[in-house]
């Protein structure tokens, strides 16, 4: 499965597990129903003609509803980052000044376009956000970031979501908290929950506390809806105690994930990622943490 990457980066993207979510995924006539939608990765990869698509994080939600009311065009996505990337490469502290007017313009104005140059030009691809949902990671000090390459990439990106995204009412996208949306789901929908990890990695938009987890928990019970849950299950230092204390009473599917950044060293290992679904699996292996690359290649 050739995966679509879309043109904001986040430290918990799912795109290298894309294929095998939608290996799990049935096959449906309904909508697909994301209430944590982050970067989009899974969604613009889901293919659905129909869907309903929600984070709490204003920006993500901004970005794309742009690119649905053709706001955001892939011509004026190139423009701005010849613009902006030419004044970074001749900005001084090598590139930094330039860095920190585009971050206090984002966090005063909030552009949709300053939040990509900052998504594509903060440290190692992170998203964070402070208290008042300013941009909170510092510039990844290349200075040429935005080569000829780099902006024909996030262009081709930008493109590739605006022909997928599909304009209202078929595409809807919302600003609000996940309890809001599921509800939404009927039976021949399917949600596909990735909220901030318990226990883990948190910032402004991305809290997440037990009574969180027991709400969706709850609502995930109650759904008539197909669900498929992202969680970790466990890695070298300890377990993810949601598992056994409530995503246990549904099918659990697991596999070796490695993601590549994340503030502390716990964040940068290997973790056994889980997918937890309230349909029966016969397409899937169900354990395969701990198997080695070379025996079944093609799940890597
Ligand atoms: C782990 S990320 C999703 C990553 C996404 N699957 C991807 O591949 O890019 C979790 C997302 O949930 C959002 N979020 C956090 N709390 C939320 C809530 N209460 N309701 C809805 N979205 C929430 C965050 O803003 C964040 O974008």
């Given amino acids: 499965m050739k995966v679509i990457v879309p043109p904001i980066k986040s430290q918990g993207i799912k795109t290298k597990l894309v294929p095998w979510i939608?290996?799990?995924a049935p096959k449906t006539k309904g909508k697909w129903v994301e209430p944590f939608l982050g970067t989009g990765v899974v969604a613009f990869n889901s293919f659905f003609e129909k869907a309903i698509l929600n984070d709490t994080n204003p920006h993500i939600i901004?970005?794309?509803?742009?690119?649905?009311?053709?706001?955001?065009?892939?011509?004026?996505?190139k423009n701005y980052l010849e613009t902006e990337g030419?004044?970074?490469?001749k900005a001084d502290d090598n590139g930094y000044e330039h860095y920190r007017k585009i971050r206090s313009r984002f966090n005063e104005q909030f552009s949709p376009y300053d939040f990509i140059f900052l998504s594509r030009a903060g440290f190692n691809g992170m998203m964070r956000f402070g208290k008042k949902g300013n941009w909170n990671i510092p510039f990844c000090k290349k200075p040429e970031r935005f080569s000829p390459a780099y902006v024909t990439?996030?262009?081709n990106q930008v493109s590739s979501v605006s022909k997928i995204i599909k304009p209202e009412p078929d595409w809807l996208f919302y600003n609000k908290s996940f309890s809001e949306i599921i509800p939404l789901a009927g039976k021949d929908d399917i949600i596909y929950c990735d909220p901030p990890y318990y226990g883990r990695y948190v910032d402004y938009y991305n809290g997440w506390s037990e009574e969180d987890e027991q709400l969706l928990y709850n609502l995930l019970k109650?759904?008539?809806?197909?669900?498929i849950l992202s969680t970790w299950h466990h890695n070298d230092w300890r377990e993810n105690e949601m598992i056994n204390k409530l995503w246990n009473n549904f099918n659990i599917v697991t596999r070796d994930h490695f993601y590549h950044s994340g503030g502390n060293i716990e964040n940068r290992r290997t973790i056994v990622e889980a997918l937890v679904c309230n349909f029966d699996i016969e397409n899937i292996e169900s354990h395969n943490h701990g198997v080695k690359k070379h025996i079944i290649p093609e799940l890597f």
């Fill in 22 to 24: 939608m290996q799990l």
């Fill in 62 to 77: 901004n970005f794309y509803k742009g690119i649905q009311n053709k706001v955001i065009t892939p011509a004026l996505m």
């Fill in 86 to 89: 030419a004044l970074l490469s």
């Fill in 153 to 155: 990439k996030i262009t």
């Fill in 222 to 227: 109650e759904t008539k809806a197909k669900f």
